[in-house]
């Protein structure tokens, strides 16, 4: 097949050599991207561009380059919503289910042991073709096709049935950059896209940006959809109302990822009172973005073909498979196309329905969306206010962020990093000078004495001890032979002069037993205080205690067995500091559980 490249009449060579006349093509919208005649690489491997054909489908419209590889193979260029797909004919080794029994997201065997996920079902219509085409297509043909992915996304499949209900002829190709593969041509023929289109509904021309991939565009003046995927413009819908507050506006500048890109068009999106924008940002390189606004957060997302198992009964914050991931599944709904306007690689009706899963993975995301026979997945991600704001205009006002998003990340503030750090390395100090304290007191005996019941009764002094240094912190500990009794001691510090310059107490006591459960005991018989002496001197302990046995009986007179001794390590002291140090540490894990707390909140709700 042929397309004459004056009068557009699609020319026809039978198998007895005999030329045919058809239909004539549309006048197709050039390209920048891909020319017939024109060289170039894809993948690094040379190519030349032999022609072109474009479909129509419900939704839009799609372009195939025919192109000769370096080693003589014709292989297929599929341009779609700015995605680029490296297709070959596929030998199908066993049955493939009729197009009527196929449905979106339905697994499909291609033989060889291969499988794919079929993501959309249509018919397409043939509106037109330039250059050489290696077999026949009558223009304004229309045949039914199924298009897919494996469910790891590496490979695309295409399956095209035709009116005879025999075997689909069936494709396989690689998913490839738009970035990765272009063509060059030193005379390129004028862009039909300098072409006047002017609306139907209200006559006023279109004004705006478009691309040779755009589908569709919204008329300014009456809010009218204008579908160009036929030779004139064709309204197919229409903006009722006043225009939403959206952040950005048509033809809006951003850098994002390195890339400068324009916002084409705008979507608004409603289910209940919930209000979702989405932004197409396109360019001429890269192909297009897609940017989510949702409570004045950001999502940047790209289309995505690896298969999203859904079990059939799935809540909030379930484990998710995607390819060799996991996700949490957030929330699941159907939304509303309420306003649209701009340019768009495809046909967006006010009025259609989505249905939407959406999966998370801070700060990634995956949106299934399943509309009519068609199943789309994306790939997104957060993007945070500092990132969006160094990618617009200087002076361009964010509207500040509404609660936690479902793929927000969690980023604690520089303080609390701060003080996790410094929370850190106080607990290890204070934990290795506990462990001191316990473990390697170096405990100097100043004074061991036995005090009897005849003198603690009294206010009895114990033999005099020295101190040489100043602010010397000592350990009284004691014991006494206590059985079912208890005694209360009171300690004082006498220096050389008999003046008192501290006073602490001490008790003990001891019970046990036996009753229906078995032998019990309580308490200890053993005590220990610590007491710091600011000045160097000679010192005596004044003792004075008294006792008692079972509930109101009397002392037992046991004797008291005391032993004060210097340099040791107060252990409790580090305590306080430890308890302060792992609050310190704790902030942040609070911080995080709370964050995630409010993430989940409405979906968990």
Known sequence: MKVCDYCKTAIYWDDESALRAGQKSMDLPESTRFKVGAT??????????????????????????????????????????????????????????????????????????????????????????????????????????????????????????????????????????????????????????????????CGKPYEGARVETTAMVVCAACGSGLELDEAKAKVVGKNIGREPKFTFQTGTPLTLEKVKYQVMGRLLYVENKYQSFEYVLHNPDAGYLWLSEEDDHFTLSRPSHVAVAIPPVHKARQKIAVGQETFRFYEQGAQTLQWVDGALPWRAVVGEKTNYTHLVKPPECIDREISGTEVETFRGRYIGHDELKAALPKDFQLPSSRGVYSCQPYVPYSWVKGLRYVGGVFLILNVLLLLYSYSADKNTIMLQEKVTSDQYSKDYLTQPFELKRDGTVLRLSGHAPLDNSWLSMDFAVVDASDSVISEFFGEAGYYHGADSE?????????????????????????????????????????????????????????????????????????GRFSFESRRWKAVME
Request: glycine share 12%.
């Open 40 to 201: 170039g690489k894809v993948k690094g491997q040379s190519f030349r561009v032999l022609g072109r054909l474009s479909y129509a489908y419900e939704n839009g419209s799609w372009n195939e380059w025919f192109v000769e590889m370096q080693d003589g193979r014709i292989l297929w260029l599929s341009e779609d919503e700015g995605e680029l797909f490296l297709e070959r004919p596929l030998t199908l080794t066993g049955p493939v289910p009729e197009h009527s029994a196929l449905k979106p997201g339905m697994e499909v065997s291609l033989g060889n042991n291969k499988t794919g996920i079929v993501e959309e079902l249509g018919q397409a219509r043939c509106i037109g073709g330039e250059g050489e085409i290696p077999f026949q297509v009558e223009i304004g043909e229309i045949y039914a096709y199924a298009d897919g992915a494996s469910p790891d996304g590496s490979f695309s499949f295409g399956l095209e049935y035709d009116s005879t209900n025999g075997p689909p002829r069936a494709f396989i190709g690689q998913i490839i950059e738009i970035k990765s593969s272009r063509s060059e041509q030193k005379a390129a023929p004028e862009s039909r896209l300098g072409q006047i289109i002017r609306c139907p509904s």
């Open 518 to 590: 078995g032998h019990w005991s309580e308490g200890t018989s053993n005590f220990a205080s610590y007491f710091k002496v600011r000045k160097a001197g000679r010192y005596r302990l004044l003792v004075h205690a008294s006792g008692g046995s079972g509930i109101n009986g009397p002392s037992r007179n046991e004797p008291i067995f005391i032993r004060v001794a210097s340099d040791s390590t107060i252990s409790w002291y580090f305590i306080v500091p430890i308890l302060l140090a792992l609050l310190a540490l704790l902030i942040e894990p609070m």
